[in-house]
């Protein structure tokens, strides 16, 4: 036996445990189930409830110890069983009773609730309390989306612990004192969290219950399925539906992704799906009498074998290089790989691109030493954030590296341009001015230098420095700011590559973008992480019109859409009028190109300037997998119908392949693995077999054949003009983006652009917090509400990114380092 | 032989909560006396004294000391000046009196156990104290005794002090550390908080009581081992007891610890005076409101640790509450166990509920709606509170303050079950309940 394990007796069965687990988890793994409320695998134990205590001898005789607060040790002999437990835990489950108002018949929790279940399990089955209960008003909102009945609450701190501990935003907690205590929230403050639902999921009573799921069903009703939500961390969920609609999502706890947990912009989401919004039927220009009329001014619904006919039309009636794919992340890998055979294969151009231009290149993606988020997160370690906000845009890889940070002693450093969401727990943070994250990183890596840096004082890069040696180091890579050259973060990976050891967790916004870049949605790559002319043999057998030369990206398909040089757009899933970085020349395109073919779920602005729609089926409604940002395949599992006729966007693109004369071979997910496995680089050991088996999905190991591209030369860097103000965009949680608008749960949270602001600078416009400015750059110019906020650096001002109000955009330059502002007030004074 | 006055010899000296006053009683003059000396011969004066706790649990101060694991720093100093079990207000007088002497105290511990911070914390209804003692505060360290380089010597210490916000469970020392971490008073579980291992901010952190530190300097000045030689061991030294309730001359008095005898405090002509109006004694809570009760038959009992705690209950924080035979013990009940009710913290279920639940039993019996089965039910209530309703207590609870809602109703429910019996009404009268 190894030194770390321990042999203690439960029941009178000797069983071995690691040093150090709690009692409580000791016994579940024995097979003894202790019952508790207040313990959390996930959170730390705090002995509340007392539900989970038993008689434990230690050598000093037995005595009652709550066994969620102990720890396994040689020798110790745990009872369960005993006469004094089971009245100790009686007594226990009596007591969270007498104030419990029993409104089980009305509770959303009754037939899922642990007090129910323990109740029955351990319970004395009739109550001996006569006086009154304790009252109060119920529920109450504590946000807008999760209600408190406090006459439920058994007071276990879940939910408060979790708020505090776990996601860092104690805005709830307990109130009064002894049976007057209660969960509440500050006054006039909610509990406004980006993850307020997860308290829902862990309460063990029907306390904490969800609007978006209150009354819809009882739990024995929902059926249910383990998938995958396709964010771009791929949280593990469990899709609940009734009378086929999905009525709700739970986080499933994967070690290796989430840990159960979701952010409400995916856990309430599941109403976007069930919109009436949903597209249920091809799609055509229509004329008068819904006849389709390619002039025709609105789209009317189609025939699938109308709309398939005119897309394939199109596409046969023009030469390969005048046909262009834009879009695909949100695909399954499966349906992007069939995309790309049909593009690449059967068509035979290479102007695919699943990407808008607005993240980190492919080479960034495929090319970088990658890590797991396990292996970013791991206890002990150092890691390096630039460029990106987790907080806001993976929700999940938040609470992950604050737990590594928090719980298990890894240090953080930053290398923003503002706050994040880290910041108050990170060890430094490196306020680099935009554009020059490269140059910090550089100089953080550089054995001395002296005076400021990039907006970085020496004395700061050297505190940074020290912690660099205490473990290894993984660098969370992203591209947080559009105002800023891509260069710039691409220069500091370039300067981390020089640390021994180093990985990269690519904090991607889009959901399936590993997957689609893997799949070959990308110009010049082929499926297998591999080049155009390196891939050619693998797939020259199978693939007929494999193109010769690389193709267009997003940018350019638009520009020569604009120009008159396409004939055929296809939108898989795309938005460019919203999403490109240039809204004019999206907008030229799309009313320029004679043919525009959309699969999507919704008619978005873009997709309203389509010729032909064909409506698909959402990750509910199709299965499939998905590859999450650190190159993990997990399930996509249908659990419901598509609306209407619409159908998954694999069958979509073996359709449109037929009607151009082509089998795609590919009728299920598992045949795309049979086909790509043997020609793969990387995927050899994908199989839907082995993804199907195992809640952690299968981790894609291998590298490819794609190298990373270091910046040509150094960034060059625009001296700071002591009048204007850099500019940062930043993305939020919630935003304009489809899922979000399309729930009505989420769509309220997006709200207004603001531009946010140092004080000092804030001061010097002149202007009262919340009022509008002129914001101005060389390349156009909005208004927009200005606030005031110290997380700000003085010098740079923060716009939020695909908020109504003021479209960012206009001020971008994609050419340029960085952007500088001028900031008046509307009235005109400086 | 006479027992000198250790604790409360200032108390009639008109200006002895000034640094004046109580330099000219000889204050500070341990301080003085232990910087010539070497921090562990401190430690070994007061392990002499054999000095016990004086905040309830009654452990040896000096013993505890030596409980911080080895090479882990900073540790703290915590003085826990929040006396508030009913009956107990003696840390409060000696706070108002002789502030100096517990910041010699204080000073003293700190330099034994070579710590630099000390943290004060004061009850937050304290008004009164907490004024002399922030008075005092700044006097000693305009006197060059507290802070920087005490007395021009390499030794720094300092004090915070640190106002509670009206919570009873603060007493307790790990709830008092979580106040004054600025969190919500709740007790930690024990394991694994232990203070002097995982205690202020996760550091080893040493308790004590207001009047365990007041003793000090007179350790010092005179000795663990003239300590010792007072009292009956290991009850050494003298105590200060409050009495109240239904004496003739309810006070605070320090008297020989371990040999003075329940009847002395509550019969002598020179403390309690006996019981009012001539009356009987009926009942008296030995040490505080959380204690069991003790009766007639316990009187002579000598005011001993270890003699007390055999008899079933506890000198606990040196509060005497006397009753009379003019008292309702149901109503006594009730009231000590709606205190409790109360102050229960809400953070572990069988306190929180099961507390209010007892008082609100008691006062249905009250008012007249008691059932003869509620009897049972209360101790079958206290059980799920206190298992086997033993002395000392177990505990289902986090921290005693559950089990102290038990002591009332344990101490008396058979011995004036004539009394219960006055309240639940005729037998006959009661509606049978079928119970399967």
Redesign the interface.
């Known amino acids: 036996m190894s030194d770390d394990m321990v042999t203690f007796n439960v029941d009178g069965n000797e069983v071995s445990a690691p040093a150090g687990k709690l009692v409580i988890e000791a016994c579940e793994d024995a097979g003894v189930y202790i019952p508790r409320f207040c313990h959390h695998e996930r959170m730390n134990p705090v ?5 989970c ?1 038993v008689e434990v001898d230690t050598g000093r005789g037995p ?2 110890q ?1 066994s969620c ?2 720890t396994v040790s040689d020798g110790m002999i745990v009872d369960t069983q005993s006469d ?1 437990t089971k ?2 835990q ?3 489950l ?3 009773l ?2 419990h108002p029993l409104d089980c018949p009305v509770c959303d929790k009754g037939g899922e609730c642990p007090l129910q279940d323990q109740t029955m399990a351990y319970g004395p089955g ?1 109550s ?4 009154e209960k304790r009252h109060y008003e119920k529920p109450i909102p504590v946000n807008d989306n999760v209600y408190l009945d406090r006459e439920r609450c ?2 276990c701190d879940r939910c408060t612990r979790f708020a505090d501990e776990v996601v860092g935003d104690p805005l709830i ?2 109130m ?6 209660q969960v509440n929230t500050f006054p006039d403050e909610p509990f406004a969290s980006y993850f307020s639902g997860n308290v829902v999921q862990i309460c063990p009573v029907g306390a904490l219950t969800a609007k978006p799921y209150r009354f819809k069903a009882r739990p024995w009703d929902l059926a249910e399925v383990d998938s995958t939500y396709p964010n771009a961390m791929g949280d593990r969920i469990n899709v609940q539906s009734s009378r086929d609609q999905v009525l709700r999502f739970q986080g499933v706890d994967s070690d290796a992704v989430n840990w159960g947990w979701l952010a409400d912009k995916e856990r309430f989401s599941f109403e976007a799906l069930q919109s009436d919004n949903r597209i249920g039927s091809p799609l055509m220009r229509g004329g008068g009498l819904n006849k389709a009329d390619a002039d025709g001014d609105e789209l009317v619904a189609a025939s699938w074998s109308q709309a398939l006919g005119s897309a394939a039309k199109a596409i046969a009636d023009t030469t390969p290089d005048k046909v262009g794919f834009v879009g695909g992340a949100r695909l399954s890998n499966e349906a992007q790989y069939a995309w790309t055979k049909l593009a690449k294969g059967l068509v035979g151009t290479d102007n695919v691109d699943a990407q808008l231009g607005d993240e980190l290149p492919p080479h960034a993606l495929l090319g970088l030493p990658r890590a797991t988020v396990a292996e970013a997160c791991q206890p002990g370690g150092v890691i390096v954030l630039i460029g990106c906000d987790p907080k806001e845009t993976l929700g999940t890889l938040y609470i992950r590296l604050r737990h590594a940070v928090v719980e298990d002693g890894a240090k953080l450093i930053e290398i923003t341009p503002t706050d994040t969401g880290l910041t108050n727990v990170a060890s430094a943070s490196l306020r680099a001015r935009p554009g020059e994250a490269g140059t910090v990183a550089r100089a953080l890596l550089a054995e001395t230098v002296s005076g400021h840096i990039g907006g970085v004082d020496e004395d700061a890069l050297a505190t940074a420095r020290d912690l660099l040696g205490s473990g290894p180091v993984t660098v969370v890579l992203g591209r947080g700011s559009l105002s800023e050259s891509v260069d710039s973060v691409l220069e500091a990976a370039d300067a981390f590559l020089d640390v021994d050891g180093v990985r990269f967790l690519q904090a991607i916004g889009r959901g399936n973008t590993m997957g689609a870049l893997d799949m070959g949605m990308s110009p010049g790559l082929l499926p297998g992480r591999t080049s155009l002319a390196a891939g050619q043999d693998a797939f020259s057998d199978l693939w007929p019109q494999l193109p010769n030369s690389d193709g267009m990206n997003t940018a350019a398909m638009l520009e020569a859409g604009a120009a008159g040089n396409l004939d055929v757009l296809v939108l898989l899933g795309a938005d460019p009028i919203n999403d490109a970085l240039d809204p004019a020349v999206a907008a030229k395109a799309l009313a320029t190109v004679p043919t525009v073919i959309a699969v999507d779920l919704f008619v978005n602005d873009s997709v309203s300037k389509a010729h032909v729609v064909f409506p698909a089926a959402a990750f509910t409604e199709s299965s499939g997998s998905h590859t999450n940002l650190e190159g993990r395949i997990t399930a996509i599992r249908q659990k419901v119908t598509p609306p209407g006729t619409a159908r998954s966007d694999l069958v979509i693109a073996a359709e449109l392949a037929r009607r151009l004369g082509h089998d795609l071979g590919l009728e299920t997910p598992s045949d795309v693995w049979e086909e790509l496995g043997p020609r793969s680089a990387v995927h050899g050991d994908v199989s839907s077999a082995a993804i199907e088996a195992d809640v952690d999905g299968v981790l894609i190991t291998a590298t490819g054949r794609v190298a990373f591209a270091p910046p040509d030369q150094a960034v060059s860097r625009e001296p700071v003009n002591a009048y204007a103000l850099r500019l940062v965009t930043a993305r939020r949680m919630f935003d304009n983006g489809t899922m979000v608008q399309q729930s009505p749960h989420l769509a309220g949270f997006a709200g207004q652009a603001s531009l946010r602001v140092n004080p000092y600078d804030f001061n010097r416009v002149g202007v009262a917090d919340g009022e509008e400015v002129r914001v101005s750059a060389p390349k156009g110019s909005v208004n927009v509400a200005a606030r005031v906020d110290p997380g700000v650096p003085k010098g740079i001002v923060v716009l939020d990114y695909n908020r109504s109000g003021a479209d960012a955009r206009v001020l971008l330059d994609p050419g340029a380092t960085s952007i500088d502002i001028r900031l008046e007030s509307k009235g005109g004074k400086a | 032989m006479s027992i000198p006055k250790i604790t409360t010899a200032r108390w009639d000296v008109e200006d002895g909560h000034t640094l004046a006053g109580y330099e000219r009683t000889g204050g500070y003059s341990a301080l003085k006396k232990a910087l010539e000396m070497t921090p562990a011969e401190v430690h070994e004066e007061v392990k002499t004294a054999s000095l016990l706790g004086r905040g309830g649990a009654g452990f040896p101060a000096g013993v505890k000391w030596g409980f911080c694991p080895p090479g882990v720093w900073p540790r703290y100093l915590v003085v826990n000046g929040d006396e508030s079990e009913p009956g107990t207000y003696k840390d409060r007088i000696m706070l108002e009196r002789d502030p100096h002497q517990l910041i010699e105290g204080c000073l003293l511990a700190c330099y034994a156990l070579g710590l630099s911070q000390c943290f004060l914390y004061v009850r937050g209804e304290m008004a009164h104290g907490q004024e002399r003692v922030a008075a005092a505060l700044n006097e000693a360290y305009e006197a060059g005794y507290v802070g920087k380089n005490i007395l021009g010597t390499e030794v720094s210490v300092d004090v915070v002090l640190h106002w509670g916000a009206g ?1 009873y ?1 603060v007493g307790e020392e790990t709830a008092l550390i979580e106040s004054l971490e600025g969190n ?1 008073g ?1 007790p930690r ?1 024990k ?2 908080f232990f203070p002097a291992a995982i205690g202020l901010y996760g550091k080893p952190t040493i308790v004590n009581n207001v009047e365990t530190l007041s003793n000090i300097p007179w350790i010092i000045n005179n000795g663990g081992q003239a300590f010792a030689d007072i009292g009956e061991a290991p009850s050494t030294g003298t105590r200060v007891f409050a009495v109240s309730g239904h004496v003739n001359n309810p006070g605070v008095f320090e008297v020989e610890f371990g040999t003075t005898t329940f009847r002395d405090l509550i019969m002598g002509e020179e403390y309690g005076g006996g019981i009012r109006n001539g009356g009987s004694l009926k009942a008296f809570i030995p040490g505080g409101a959380s204690a069991p009760w003790f009766f007639e038959e316990h009187l002579d009992l000598p005011l001993e640790k270890g003699t007390v705690d055999r008899a079933g209950s506890m000198l606990g924080s040196g509060a005497i509450v006397v009753m009379d035979q003019t008292t309702d013990i149901v109503k006594a009940c009730h009231n000590v166990v709606r205190f409790f ?10 306190c ?6 007892l008082e ?2 008691l006062q ?1 019996i009250i008012d007249g709606n008691g059932r003869r089965a509620d009897l049972a ?1 209360l101790m079958d ?1 206290c ?3 206190s ?1 086997g309703i033993a002395w000392p207590p ?5 921290c005693p303050l559950g089990p102290s809602a038990v002591s009332p109703i344990a101490s008396v429910i058979e011995r004036f079950a004539d009394e219960f019996d006055a309240y639940l009404g005729e037998p006959s009268t009661e509606q049978a309940v079928e ?2």
Do not use: Y
């Open positions: 002995g509340m409830c007392r539900m205590i005595a009652l709550p607060m102990l004094v009245k100790a009686d007594g226990v009596e007591f969270l007498v104030n009739e001996r309390f006569v006086e058994i007071l907690h307990f009064d004192r002894g049976n007057q205590t | 919570a469970i919500r709740m579980l394991p694994p009710s109360r102050e229960s913290c809400g953070k572990c279920s069988p929180r509920e099961g507390t209010s639940w609100k039993i249905r039910l209530v059980d799920n509170i298992p177990k505990q289902t609870t986090i119970v399967r």
